[in-house]
């Protein structure tokens, strides 16, 4: 046995990924292999890249599906840029994945499927595993399918099923690379299968073959360890940004004492937050699955209307249908928040890719002067708090907001200390069942947040007509007179404007001024702070500093002295430098661009070079 | 003790300002007479439009109110009904906001059968954007849009009602007060979505659609009034009947054929088809029927979704916050 006791390398953080055919079931291996590295104590973060297309012809790259992992003995903001570990299942992930891994990474193969058939659907000539790949790669070849149908011999099962449980047999390999337990998944698969027996067998004798024969058949040089982070003490789970989201609307739900109302229209990649929400019934929440997004948010005003705490949860292209409604609720002025899940456009785009292009669409895309507040998640479990926060000042201002995300989050995951919900703060609302004068009028506001009452339909006393027409200020009655309609509109303009006095001013990680600050939305978070990080710690005298900002209408008060105190500001986005834009046409400041619009998110190695060109 | 409510209690400080003639009066009137026989408070009641000039209506009543976009009040009004099940409904829509821009949330709030009420104003013209041809406007209709004619097939508002599997359907016109009293009464009275089509008279763009079928010269002839279980009788002398065999109806002339020729109208009829035939007569082959064409019963939308959420509730215990987010795998970091 000695001869096969292999040196344990302890390293810092991996980064692996799983891809094939998308009916492989890659998406799977790799949840896996999250929640495994989760219960072991690492830090994570999650990248699932899968095709739009719900079965794309097997074996071709357009139907490669992959799931990246990142996973670390300290905290970690992304899911990594290159991999270290490619796991490919047939020649056409090869081809699709195998640019992006580091060089002298390692290379799993299943050369099964790499046939003169399954060479040619993904477009090669000869076996793409050459000496020149042998050179530049750890590669190892195993023959996954035949291993995978020699395990299961004696069972009695058809090969389709036999050939369905490969991925237990690679993620087992990579379970003892990494010095994983294989406890975690063998509960999982009991529970996924209860009731079909034979199935649970094949799929855990599978897993464990593919762990002995990476022990036993010495393919690997190493095994390594990642030793637990270091996070804050708590109890954790893993979550993506799309269940933060439903988790955060839930807790609103009882932090307001208001039913919660959803009303949907099923759009990649926000469908997930109609699906959950709708399983949660027993916590007075009521989703309704509309004929169209326009029906989605209008029931959602209604709801509004009607006292609910009202949500609706689309992607770009449902919010330009949801557009004429949005304005209806910005002029009615009702508390609505507005679930964006943003995604490759324009149109429909790139459906399952991920982009940050729909910043001008919410800001500016309705008729007339029609101002919201908008607000954008950073992480997976930054999603909670961002819903939370959305909640709240809808009811607060009586408004519409936009909780902008994006498929590269909704989707991620990362570990998350479930909060304490008895600390969280009650969110209060403007209901009202009185008015202290004999004539209820609808738009009388709050003096200090210009927010209106709102008087709920069932109220005696306070009946009263909204809609989309002018209002006089004073009766709230319909109103053409032109004076009037110059102070609506100012006075809902200042009523956003308003919110900077009730939000936190812009956080700064670093120095609070000097020569370079780079201001991020959204999910580039991760990247940036990485790169500035990075940065920062190979040039300590060049010290470089990071804004995310969260809030982007109406922005902290602070926001505009703390770009004036930078000699340059670098904005990375996943677009075409909407938020540039904003800040240029905004603040008159000049600020240096960095974008990108591949589906992709930022790796940090992009952004850490134009930081390093920046500042030399 | 609770204080009988008027007509006058629904009528709001507004200035009702649709033009000198017009129809709609006569229908803000109606409605505005049937509340108080509801027995419901007026805070119980939402009016809920979308655009046009029928869309007005929730002004002029002094109730809750919302006056939406295009096409859309079904929309709001489902929001409305699911989170508040206990307010009454109501629905002001045209035939250009109801079946062209929101053709679609038209359908589809019948076919979820919320109790709500919609009472769909038909006068077979655009009259807030100012006299274009509508999706019920005959082929061949001039207008500012179409001076050379439509060239559309209209729309028959009940037959899509039922075609979306309506639950209450029934017409009745802006001349019959008392008529229209009665079906308002009904629709209200109805658990699911009622349909009401009233056809009205737009005195500016379209004077005069409806006359051949109620003018008061051909009212008697031109009309027929549906009444369950009696036979379908018209005629200035009432010796006229309507006959349903299978898809198709005839005209009976009762001297000679005698009464059992004529048919029972049944509004409870399960099926359809006798209720879709009476939605495709029209002038000048058929009387135009006024009444109910339908009235069954089916579960309503809001009230099964309640149920289902009291009956997860049952089966799974209330929701628990902490549970929900303590679910899935979870670990501690000490």
Known sequence: MDNKEKKVEVIKSATIRFTGDSGDGMQLTGSQFTSTSAIVGNDLATFPDFPAEIRAPAGTVPGVSGFQLNFSSEKIHTPGDSPDVLIAMNPAALKANIADLKTNGILIVNTDSFTDKDLEKAGYKESPITTDLKNKYQVIEVQISKLTGIALEEKNLSSKEIDRTKNMFALGMTYWMFSRPLDPTIKWIEDKFKGKEDIIEANIIVLKKGFHYAETAEIFISQYQIPGAKLEPGTYRNITGNSAIVLGLVTASYKTHLPLFLGSYPITPASDILHDLSKYKNYHIYTFQAEDEIAAVSAAIGSAYAGGLAVTSTSGPGVCLKSEAINLAIMAELPIVIVNIQRGGPSTGLPTKTEQSDLLQVLYGRNGESPLVVISASTPTDCFDVSLESVRLALKYMTPVFLLSDGYIANGAEPWRIPNTDELPEITHNQITSFPEPKFRPFARNEETLGRHWAIPGTPGLEHRIGGLEKDYHTGNVSYDPNNHEKMVHTRAEKIAGIANDIPDQEVYGEKKGKLLVVGWGSTFGAIRSAVENFNEKNPDKKVSHAHVRYLNPFPKNFKSLLESFDTILVPELNLGQLSFIIQGNFGIKVEKLNKVKGRPFTIQEVQQKIEELIQ | ?334
Request: hydrophobic content about 35%; aromatic content about 8%; glycine content about 8%.
């Open chain 2, 1 to 334: 003790m609770t204080i009988a409510l008027t007509k006058k209690d629904f009528a709001s400080d507004q200035d009702v300002r649709w033009c000198p003639g017009c129809g709609d009066y006569g229908i803000l009137s109606a409605i505005q007479k049937t509340m108080p026989e509801l027995g419901i408070p007026k805070e119980k009641v939402v009016f809920i439009s979308g655009i046009g000039c029928s869309s007005r209506f929730p002004y002029y009543m002094n109730t809750y109110g919302f006056h939406t976009i295009h096409g859309r009040a079904p929309s709001f009004a489902t929001g409305v009904k699911i989170t508040n099940p206990e307010l009454s409904v109501w629905v002001i829509t045209g035939d250009g906001d109801g079946l062209s821009i929101g053709g679609n949330h038209l359908i589809h709030s019948i076919r979820r059968n919320l109790d709500i009420n919609i009472i769909l104003f038909n006068n077979e013209i655009y009259g807030l954007t100012k006299g274009q041809y509508s999706p019920t406007s005959e082929r061949g209709t001039v207008s500012k849009s179409s001076p050379y004619g439509s060239l559309e097939a209209p729309f028959k508002p009940i037959s899509i009602a039922l075609g979306a599997e309506a639950s209450f359907v029934a017409r009745t016109h802006d001349k019959n007060q008392k008529h229209m009293s009665d079906i308002f009464l009904r629709a209200a009275q109805h658990k699911g979505t009622s349909f009401v089509e009233v056809l009205q008279n737009c005195v500016i763009f379209n004077d005069g659609i409806h006359d051949p079928v109620y003018g008061r010269e051909v009212r008697e002839d031109n009309t027929i009034t549906l009444e369950h279980g009696k036979p379908m009788i018209f005629g200035k002398n009432n010796d006229k009947g309507i006959s349903l065999d299978g898809s198709k109806a005839s005209i009976v002339d009762i001297t000679k054929e005698g009464l059992d020729a004529v048919s029972i109208h049944d509004e409870n009829r399960e099926n359809p088809d006798h209720a879709f035939v009476l939605s495709r007569m029209m002038q000048p082959h058929y009387p135009v029927p006024m009444g109910v064409f339908r009235d069954v019963e089916r579960p309503t939308y809001e009230t099964q979704l309640h149920a289902q959420v009291n009956q997860v509730e049952r089966e799974k215990g209330e929701g628990d916050l902490k549970k929900l987010l303590f679910s899935d795998e979870t670990w501690e970091v000490k």
